[in-house]
């Protein structure tokens, strides 16, 4: 009789319901659901810098997706029962941090902010908290240079305290009103437990050690003393948030029976402590030590693991090394890349050459395959979004060099694939020579599937293989996996990790291998890319013109945009 | 009773005669006439590079364009008889070097060679002889750095003993059946006064200082001993080239009768000395010294005068510095950028941003001009076709820095336009670094004429006003001021360029003044501008990054473009 756990994945416009057996990672149903409240999902404002959720979209989400994947589960496997299913785990984006009241209850749930952006869920990509990221930054770097070395030595807007910072400087009375602020990735295991009173919400390491300078080693969350620095009222917070993070294979709580009635399935199943989507997408994707999973999509985020076992230096520029924050027993290391199909869609389809059609990419990767390495004589560096690994600076532009005027639109863009790449390497060999060796590189997401010229270009330039996770589903995956292994051995499912991950996961067979030749030139270029890279994106090369984009940038905003 | 004078000008695909009014300059008539051969008049090869003219479109240009311009003159002014014109002028590209027989009849017009591209006229932007040229200049360098001096410091692949030595390398039965090589801008003034035998044309200083390394200072053209480490067979060409060079105050000759009957004008009426369109476009803007003239198309040429009474240092960078090359009695001061509308072309024709109809630039301009001064954080480097002045490095690429996910092609469009403003202004303050003050700053040309924003960014950045000459055809009414000058005042003409410019040329009202506010934003942003510019342009700025663009052109070629 087959055994079953459901992937609830968050994204940043869908929530998706994925149901795997257990016994191989099979995909048996999937189900997506939009969010209903905004743009895609995503509240705008008339800052350009806004972006929030509504929470009832998370909590209608839930409902709808599971039943939905119930009902085609069914209908897809014949002897499949809602009652086969062992176990649910949860990933979300984040930092997506959320005001609650004393009892748990997002305040846009309240009349009083039904409408108050400040009081729904604060998106990852909200970056309106820029000047209190750098303030919090500029005080860790003063008085806990430590909460910094584990996050690449910046605290980023996108962060938590950076955003709830912001909201007590600006939205004072919503900041008030929040007894308590917690991750997306905590609330939903939560409400589905029925825990969400703050005091009893099992928070993850992943979200609290990454994005909110979380650490067993100084007692949790920054302390007071630091944080009263930053405003008294932040200090006072503290005590509210939770003392203790956990890894993935600890359970949140049961399923309540008010949600089992709402989704169909068996009360009292176990909830995964919940993470974000790519380190449960790192699991779905087969990581181990060695393993680099590069997840592809508008931007990148690279995870590697490494034994918990062994001392690990500080590594420049990551965005965060936390201990379990992938699985437990491991460092769970996070690089990432700002944009990487977000830039090769500003070029489709902002600048839109030859007028090509919204979101059609096919006819620029098509005429950008027929080119070789080195033909166009173009350089280009993809700092379009900034640059989160390894020089953690959003203040950054992007470059493209090498024009005459024959430069063909498929030139341009593939030299734009060309320069993610270089980007991607500048990542491996960051992780390389701060001693995580990268055996095997396997990739997920969105581009990953669907443009082998990419993938292609990756193996040149990287001169290693490409290889794909087989399941085009890797985040919801991997938290099925979470599911399965809360679940336990006894239940059906899994009494560790890696027996999980060795049944559940796998690659496709087919893998992209480096043209010698292809990489000989890239090599070339490469070594151009770095010469641009030290000189534009740091202080450090002699004669740099690091100046020139921030001045720029300065210029820009005397300018009034 | 009015008098008239005819201007002839060969531009790059057509011909063109203006008749003007020698009272005024006023346009009494013009004709034009696209050549025959080739894609647009340019013959082209299985090299890009290769880009020649038959000279049979410069026989028959004259006898269509004068008799069409004489016979709208007639229709367009009541009295106007073919009797009244005094005198004709030619200007044309180059350097276009023909290789013509010992009766100085282009070898393409005979059996042999009829359709031997080498046989024809090398036109200015054939770049063939790009290895010559290198070669040329190494031999200056070495030799005769005194040749150089006067030209930039390098001789170019698109000047005359580069295509010529090009020629005896790769086309020896071509080189050996010409007798003389002959500048069509000195070809076509000897043929309507029957005097194309070599030994009997009058060649102009303005080709022959600017392109061949002619100064009356060292004995004319390059000497033998020179030549000859470059080729013996170059050598023994030297004597078959006219010893002196003329100032086109000087009469080629007279029409012959047989041209008076194939184009309706009086026989026996003065052929001024040839000159290249920009060194008579500028008289025709009505140069004086202190007026820079920038004639704006596809690329520019910057043109200044200064009295040749006193000394006049080597300016580093500039095309050339060639006594009487523009007006006599001055030195004739030449600069330039490799690419204007081209590298707008380029962005619009070739990128084509949402699909803009091929050379529609209206959308592009119009939303580039609701932009303020530095408003996008763009900068780019203006370089898609090399820079030549004050680099003089053809091997130099475009550049583009400061893109975001959002940037906009009319941002792009902008600041490409920006740039080649940046441009410009370097040519203005290497002028005045080295003693030529710069007055006034008149334009013409079509960018000039047709793009106001282009005008207005212009003014913005240097802080200057840009004034715009009178005629919208500054070559062909400075040719005819030519005509109107060797014609004399006993005929009606005038007797000095002087009083025939004061009379003939002016400006229009309408000038572009600087916007103080966008003016500090630019001087800002060429601070950047420079900074960049020396970075990749010259080996002199500590720490630069001078071999980013060579290597990337080495790896091209390589690479097999």
């Not at 984006?93 to 400040?118: E, H, I, K, W, Y």
């Not at 062994?310 to 090394?321: N, W």
């Not at 919204?358 to 173009?378: F, I, P």
Request: charged residues 20%.
């Amino acid at each position: 009789m087959g055994k079953y756990a459901i992937g609830l994945d968050y994204g940043t416009n869908t929530v998706r319901a994925l149901i795997v057996d257990v016994a191989d990672g099979r995909q048996i149903a999937t189900a997506v659901w939009p969010y209903h409240h905004g743009r895609e999902g995503v509240i705008l404002g008339d800052d350009p810098h806004l972006a929030r959720q509504h929470p009832d979209d998370y909590v209608r989400g839930a409902e709808r997706t599971i039943r939905a994947a119930l009902a085609k589960a069914r209908r897809a496997v014949r002897r499949f029962r809602p009652a086969d299913v062992i176990g649910i785990g949860v990933d979300t984006t984040g930092s997506t941090p959320l005001p609650v009241d004393a009892a748990g209850r997002p305040l846009a749930f309240g009349r009083r902010f039904a409408r108050n952006p400040a009081a729904m869920a604060w998106l990852w990509k909200d970056h309106t908290a820029t000047a209190e990221a750098v303030e919090i930054t500029a005080a860790a770097q003063r008085l806990r240079p430590q909460y910094l070395a584990k996050c690449g030595g910046r605290y980023s807007s996108e962060w938590f305290f950076s955003k709830i910072l912001h909201c007590l400087r600006t939205s004072p009375q919503v900041f008030r009103a929040a007894y308590a602020w917690v991750e997306i990735a905590d609330w939903i295991p939560a409400m589905l437990t029925g825990n969400e009173q703050p005091g009893r919400i099992k928070v993850g390491i992943c979200a609290a050690g990454h994005k909110a300078m979380y650490n067993d080693a100084w007692g949790g969350y920054p302390d007071e003393e630091f944080l009263v620095r930053l405003d008294p009222a932040m200090a006072e917070l503290r005590c509210r948030l939770e003392p203790k993070a956990y890894t993935v294979d600890a359970a949140a709580g049961t399923l309540t029976a008010r949600w089992a009635r709402r989704t169909g399935l068996p009360a009292g199943i176990p909830v995964a402590v919940g993470a974000f989507d790519a380190h449960l997408g790192a699991i779905g994707a087969g990581i181990t030590p060695g393993t680099l999973v590069k997840i592809i999509g508008t931007s990148t985020c690279d995870m590697m693991i490494a034994s918990a076992d062994k001392p690990l230096a500080d590594i420049p520029g990551l965005c965060g090394i936390v201990p379990g924050s992938v699985l437990p027993g491991y460092w769970g290391l996070e690089a990432g890349q700002s944009a990487v199909g977000d830039i090769f869609n500003w070029f489709a389809n902002v600048i839109r050459p030859h007028g090509v059609r919204r979101g059609s990419h096919q006819a620029l990767t098509a005429a950008a395959g027929r080119l070789r390495a080195g033909q166009s004589g173009l350089l280009a560096l993809d700092w379009n979004n900034g640059n989160r690994t390894i020089l953690v600076d959003q203040r950054l532009t992007g470059m493209l060099l090498g024009q005459t005027l024959h430069t063909t639109p498929a030139e341009i863009y593939r030299a734009l694939i060309e320069a993610t790449a270089f980007g991607a390497l500048t990542i491996i060999n960051r992780f390389e020579e701060y001693g995580v060796k990268v055996a095997q590189v396997v990739n997920c997401g969105g581009i990953a599937e669907k443009n082998p010229l990419v993938m292609q270009i990756y193996a040149d330039v990287t001169g290693r293989p490409m290889k794909l996770s087989r399941s085009s589903q890797t985040c919801a995956l991997g938290t099925a996996i979470a599911a399965a292994v809360v679940a336990g051995g006894a239940a059906g499912g899994y009494d560790s990790f890696a027996a999980a991950q060795h049944a559940m996961t796998g690659l496709k067979p087919k893998a992209f291998t480096p043209n010698p030749v292809a990489h000989e030139t890239y090599r070339q270029l490469y070594a151009l890319y770095r010469q641009l890279h030290d000189a534009f994106g740091t202080t450090s090369w002699q004669g740099n013109c690091h100046n020139v984009m921030k001045q720029l940038l300065a210029i820009r905003a005397k300018s009034g945009r």
